[in-house]
């Protein structure tokens, strides 16, 4: 299992269970072995990003809940002693679609369920970004960015000198425009939007693209030592410096997006009291406009750097 397990034999007779690698409460058997929610995540991710690791010591070193960040190669390796697979981690697109499934079917559950409507928009919303949108940052690798830029799996990487600010930029200009045509493929993927004229679809994408790829980047930005982890590589801040004009069914348009907002907001209000309910709804609402203004100074900012448009035609056309 991946993100999940069953759970621990004894939990409802009062007996406490420990996780097999390092001795924490463990919460169920994930990966086929009895562990907590710490290891259960660390071997996940270890095996998911193909970490090297290797014992400083003698390859002898203990692993206790105290001690189990001191050595990740003999946590690994007891993580394999105590039976946990690799072929049971699923992949990330799998595992998102799995993660929506359940947490719709509490909410089904708990609180009702949605609208046939409603739940056939949320389940081809959510398949839509799993095959364009989770899968889009571990692929950045296929981009060759200079090795000293980045450090793969570990800390982070130095200041680029100013020799490596073009090659840097050359890449970054590269995963820009794929982050672009990867949101472009997951709105073809929506048949109310390929219904629109091709003239709307265009004003619209022109207007949200990169809001979109500044939400989904977000989403992977680590707090702790403010990067962005994009599968292998890890991007530091330094790295990188609604009304739509041109649409002619305005009205269609409108609707579209009440009807998309109406169905977050009793998406939201069903999750019960820990969403917020309504505030929760107003809050990304105001996201929304930030965004909108983020995206104009991005674009102002795009315009003064010379011979960008040469190596990010895409964008060019995006902000145009």
């Not at 998406?267 to 983020?294: F, M, N």
Request: charged share 20%; aromatic share 6%.
């Amino acid at each position: 299992m991946s993100g999940g397990g069953g759970p621990c034999p004894g939990a409802g007779d009062g007996e406490a269970r420990s996780c097999a690698v390092c001795g924490d409460h463990a919460t169920g058997y994930h990966f086929h072995a009895l562990t907590c929610e710490g290891c259960k995540g660390f071997f996940r991710r270890t095996i998911s990003k193909g970490m090297n690791l290797t014992c400083p010591f003698t390859h002898c070193c203990v692993v206790t809940k105290s001690k189990r960040r001191q050595c990740p190669a003999c946590r690994l390796q007891k993580c394999l002693d105590a039976g946990m697979r690799k072929d049971m981690i699923l992949s990330a697109e799998m595992l998102a679609v799995r993660r929506a499934r359940r947490a719709q079917q509490r909410v089904q559950k708990e609180f009702g369920r949605l609208s046939k409507e409603q739940e056939g928009m949320i389940q081809l919303l959510l398949e839509a970004h799993a095959r364009h949108v989770v899968p889009m940052f571990p692929k950045f690798v296929q981009f060759r960015p200079p090795d000293h830029l980045f450090v793969h799996n570990a800390s982070l990487a130095p200041p680029a000198s100013p020799p490596s600010i073009f090659p840097l930029l050359t890449h970054l200009a590269d995963i820009s425009t794929f982050m672009v045509q990867q949101i472009i493929k997951f709105t073809k993927d929506l048949p109310p939007f390929r219904s629109l004229p091709m003239e709307d679809q265009i004003s619209l994408l022109k207007g949200a693209a990169l809001e979109m790829a500044e939400i989904e980047l977000n989403l992977v930005f680590c707090a702790q030592d403010h990067s962005f982890l994009c599968g292998p590589l890890r991007y530091t801040l330094q790295d990188a410096i609604h009304d739509r004009p041109g649409v002619t069914q305005r009205e269609r348009i409108d609707r579209l997006q009440e009807e998309t907002a109406l169905t977050l907001q009793c998406s939201i209000q069903r999750r019960g009291p820990w969403a917020q309910g309504r505030l929760l709804y107003a809050k990304l609402l105001g996201l929304l406009t930030e965004l909108r203004s983020i995206n104009v100074e991005y674009g102002r900012q795009l315009q003064h750097i010379q011979g960008l448009w040469v190596m990010m035609p895409l964008l060019q056309e995006i902000c145009s």
